[in-house]
């Protein structure tokens, strides 16, 4: 007599779509019983963030990517839309799952939502298992002497690499039994159901272009980036105009790829491909900003929206004028570095590190305007928006955050585009009305004697705007609007 089928399991999957290294994945293949593996679209529950339209779009892909995968081990995504934890156990309940497994969140909002899935399920006496798939350390393993959190990004970082190294990332399955959906749980959908593509009008071309979402994708970034730009990181990872980079951080967004994954492949290229020991140490001090940045996210809940120093509170930002805050939004400032930072930014989703923060600088200094207006428009054009990383990278530049650089470090636009884009080569690649002038004033058009501007086909003020501020008068109102407010900011 054969024995009764057991169980299922259920695996949710949320930010942290692959099949390798998935401890969540693992633990209920390893439970021995058919698995339902399912992603719930949640933009009902209390104070969960929509996704803006960039993180939409690569999560449309990745979803697509990740149903491929499983569909390839003998599996399936079930796909679902509504408020999770009541949704959840409604499936659990219907299909009779044993136990119910996912990757562990860090944000306030989402931590709320697992907490009442896990007090419904248990009372239903459904397991629940939780696990680390995002971060190398947990955001409470890492404590000061004192037994506090870290609020400075070094000596955090320092202890996190005095702790034992990663275990070694878990394999991806190879075959996976997929458990039945049952006729009475919630109706599933289809990916395009969910409607997170562009249509009217359809501005995804140049995310087309350039991104492969999903597993796979971005393990060939990875690969990419060791065998050839990491030999340099460190010396050329502030270039714009060099290929110098590894554009892991959408993968590493939506869990395509683990930080275990990284570390582990960082320390293999340094034996079997010859990178640097200086150039493997400042990648891996890059991931470990962002298991900082989630450090912050977890123990300061509304890093997003308030200021992490609350002597901030009193800084009198000003209220930009819609055209000037437009004129930011569509590289139309007058300063190219900045114009070709944000212009990269719309077209391709990203932009490179170096020029986030130049752009960063230029609102909320040179224009003086409240970082969370950046904070918002870099949540809905960037692939890479996260939840952690976005706004405490804003509050560092702001001056407003966690191990923040001074506010009166106001970067010179001009002076940051001759340093790190010498020749123009960024510059030209996304404003092409400077295609034509030489590399003397590529940074500087407004400076350029007429016969230049004329060769170049340059019409200031037509074709290509004059500085919508002068940068000298505008550090001296950012640091004037500093000194109205220094004795609250003591």
Not at 145 to 155: A, E, I, M, N, Q
Not at 359 to 378: H, I, N, P, Q, Y
Request: glycine share 6%; proline share 8%.
């Amino acid at each position: 007599m054969s024995s009764p089928p057991s169980r299922p399991a259920l695996v949710w999957f949320r930010d942290d779509l692959r099949l390798s290294d998935q401890p969540a994945l693992s633990a209920a293949i390893a439970s021995g019983a058919p698995v339902l593996c399912i992603y719930v679209l949640d933009e009902e529950s209390p104070g969960l963030r929509p996704l803006g339209g960039a993180s939409r779009w690569w999560l449309h892909h990745s979803l697509a990517a990740l149903a491929t995968s499983l569909a390839r081990i003998g599996s399936r995504l079930d796909i679902l839309r509504g408020p999770a934890a009541p949704l959840l156990m409604d499936v659990a309940k219907t299909a009779q799952v044993e136990a119910v497994f996912w990757t562990r969140r860090y944000g306030a909002a989402e931590i709320a939502v697992d907490r009442a899935a896990k007090a419904e399920l248990s009372g239903a006496e459904i397991g629940v298992r939780s696990f680390n798939g995002q971060l190398l350390h947990e955001p409470w393993e890492i404590q000061t002497k004192g037994g506090d959190y870290y609020r400075v990004y070094s000596p955090f970082w320092r202890t996190a690499c005095a702790r034992p190294e990663p275990a070694s990332p878990l394999p991806a399955p190879s075959r996976l039994a997929a458990a039945e959906w049952p006729a009475d749980a919630p109706a599933r959908i289809t990916l395009e159901a969910l409607q997170l593509l562009p249509t009217t009008p359809d501005w995804a071309g140049g995310l087309n272009a350039l991104w492969r979402p999903g597993e796979a994708g971005a393990q060939e970034r990875l690969s990419a980036f060791l065998e050839t730009r990491a030999h340099r990181y460190a010396s050329m990872r502030d270039r714009p105009d060099e290929p110098s980079t590894s554009n892991l951080s959408p993968h590493l967004r939506f869990g395509e790829i683990s930080p275990r994954q990284i570390f582990q492949a960082t320390r293999h290229a340094e034996q079997a491909l010859g990178v640097p020991s200086r150039d493997a140490e400042k990648f891996l001090a890059e991931i470990g900003w962002r298991e900082f940045a989630y450090h912050l996210l977890y123990h300061v809940p509304h890093l997003q929206s308030r200021n992490f120093q609350p002597k901030f509170d009193a800084f009198p930002w000003r209220t930009p004028e819609a055209s000037e805050l437009r004129a930011w939004q569509q590289g139309r400032t007058g300063y190219p570095i900045v114009d070709a930072g944000m212009r990269e930014l719309w077209k391709t989703g990203t932009m490179h590190n170096r020029v986030r923060m130049i752009t960063a600088s230029f609102l909320v200094k040179d224009l003086l305007a409240d970082w969370r207006l950046g904070e918002d428009w870099f949540w809905d054009t960037l692939c890479d928006a996260d939840p952690a990383n976005n706004p405490a990278s804003w509050q560092w530049v702001a001056g407003s955050g966690a191990d923040a650089a001074p506010y009166f470090r106001i970067f010179n636009p001009v002076l940051q585009g001759k340093k790190f884009d010498p020749h123009g080569t960024y510059v030209r690649k996304y404003v092409s009305e400077l295609e034509k002038l030489p590399d003397t004033w590529i940074h500087e058009p407004w400076a350029a004697p007429d016969e230049a501007l004329r060769r170049a086909g340059i019409v200031l003020g037509k074709n290509y705007p004059h500085p919508m501020v002068d940068h000298g008068r505008a550090r001296d109102r950012a640091l004037a609007a500093l000194a109205t407010t220094k004795t609250d900011m003591a």
